[in-house]
């Protein structure tokens, strides 16, 4: 079975001979060639949705004086000691940076007493107890605020800007006001758009050819990831190697591969694709691949359920359903080869416990043995696996990741016959909350949703 590695030892590999039991070499040589024509279609604006391709070059078309802008944003916030930054989405609004800043913070950095700017997410969820803690916490910092949305009436981020706006307003004016908000908007048009003109907020564009769940490498990610502290530059830096080599129309494009595994295996009877991580830092990671597969291919009922899970910890939870139950899932595990801190196990004299035979061997030693382990397991178990290996959890690796992941995606998903850019699913949910809390122009059917309360 094929596996892809590259000579440079920091960039994303794909081992796939967790496959190779279920998936003959013939039928994966056969599945590589139509990734391929789907990739000729995906790059050459060919396909469904072809409008919305933006992020498809995106990385390489990163200047230095876009990111300066972004960067004149987090010295201005410094400068005034802004130490709270409210970021306001929803979707592919909020989740890349919300993976990103979760993988690259400390894991306790809620509880330690790190300087700088701290950044909360608002608008992504309509829980009244959520918002309530929110403004507690709002007051009694030094806020800003960054709202996201290229229409302005997305229910959920709209609500909260609505509050949060207010708050700013009254704790530091109007013309304070307009130096704590950016809004990350549509060029001209939408409610969002209009307000930032009549107040003259500081706004970066969202491009109409870019989706919210590809817009990580845009304002939309990098400005939050950027205020969080982290070098936004590093991570365009990895997501534009990564395009270089995903770019190549060959059989040995890792994201090919992995998107002709993926369909090899969808049609073979494997519906669900779990997403593994080994560390709780890329537990948000799997939450952004989960909207961007999820969103991109469940359409015209066709599509793997794209699900995650965390081990060691989720292995004395779910572990014994993967091993030993319906056999309609395979796993993509994401490996890190180089971690940052190290953590020695210590001898103990009574050794009760019995782990002295782990004594003088590092914590991660013991985690890439359970991996290991997981794997064959598993694999053992009837579950096809794919190793995705990348150098560290550092900006550069998480620009490559994500860059990968999306064009792995739209190759897939052109291999699946579906759009991947689109979502009329989305909107049958609006339609009805919209209807049941009386918008204007949704009478009739709110009056019917209202008799099945």
């Known amino acids: ?97 919300k993976a990103t800043i979760e993988a690259l913070s400390h894991s306790f950095h809620q509880m330690s007493p790190t300087r700088g700017i701290k950044i909360v997410f608002a608008g992504q969820n309509l829980s009244e107890e959520y918002i309530a803690e929110l403004m507690d916490v709002v007051s009694i910092n030094n806020v800003a605020c960054v709202v996201i949305s290229k229409s302005g009436t997305t229910t959920e981020p709209a609500v909260a800007f609505r509050l949060i706006k207010s708050y700013i307003e009254q704790s530091y004016g ?59 530059s590093e991570m365009v830096r990895g997501a534009a190697d990564m395009q270089r080599i995903c770019s190549e129309h060959t059989k040995d494009n890792p994201a090919l591969l992995y998107a002709a595994m993926r369909n090899a295996l ?11 991580g080994f560390s709780p830092k890329l537990s948000y990671v799997c939450e952004w691949w989960k909207q961007l597969f999820g969103e991109s291919e469940g359409k015209e009922g066709k599509g793997i359920f794209p699900a995650s899970v965390n081990f060691t910890t ?32 210590s001898h103990d004299k009574q050794n009760l416990d019995g782990l002295n035979y782990l004594a003088g061997k590092n914590i991660e030693f013991c985690n890439k043995m359970a991996q290991k382990g997981t794997m064959f397991a598993h694999n053992d178990g009837g579950v096809p696996t794919m190793e995705i290996s990348i150098e560290m959890i550092d900006e550069y690796s998480l620009g490559q990741l994500f860059y990968f992941f999306e064009k792995a995606c739209g190759i897939s998903a052109y291999m699946l016959g579906v759009n991947p850019f689109d979502q009329p699913g989305v909107e049958d949910y609006k339609k009805n909350m919209f209807a049941l809390l009386g918008k204007p122009g949704y009478e009739k059917q709110g009056e019917e949703l209202r008799k099945r309360l």
């Not at 916030?77 to 929803?90: A, C, H, K, R």
């Not at 989706?211 to 969080?228: K, N, Q, Y």
């Not at 969808?266 to 593994?276: M, P, Q």
Request: hydrophobic share 40%; charged share 25%.
């Open 314 to 345: 989720d292995l004395h939870s779910m572990g014994q359903y993967i091993q030993d139950g319906e056999r309609t899932l395979f796993e993509t595990f994401i490996d890190v080869r180089t971690i940052r801190r190290r953590v020695e196990i």
């Open 174 to 232: 109007i013309k304070g006001a307009r130096k704590r908000i950016v809004a990350i908007t549509d060029k001209e048009r939408g409610a969002l758009r209009l307000l930032s003109n009549q107040e003259g907020y500081k706004t970066f564009v969202i491009e109409d050819n870019v989706g919210g769940r590809f817009s990580v490498l845009t304002a939309v990610g990098l400005l939050p990831i950027a205020l969080a502290g982290f070098d936004i």
């Open 1 to 97: 079975m094929k596996q892809h590695y590259n000579s440079d030892n920091i960039m994303i590999n794909l081992d796939l001979k967790g496959c190779s039991g279920f998936v003959s070499d013939q039928e994966f040589d056969n599945y590589t060639t139509k990734a391929l024509e789907a990739l000729s279609i995906l790059d050459s604006g060919r396909g469904a949705g072809s409008e919305f391709l933006g992020w498809n070059r995106l990385p390489s078309e990163i200047t230095p004086d876009m990111i300066e802008e972004y960067l004149k944003v987090v010295d201005r916030w410094i400068e005034m000691d802004i130490n709270l930054v409210i970021v306001i989405g929803i979707g592919g609004s909020y989740l890349g940076a």
């Open 266 to 276: 969808y049609d073979s009877g494997k519906k669900i694709e779990l997403l593994v």
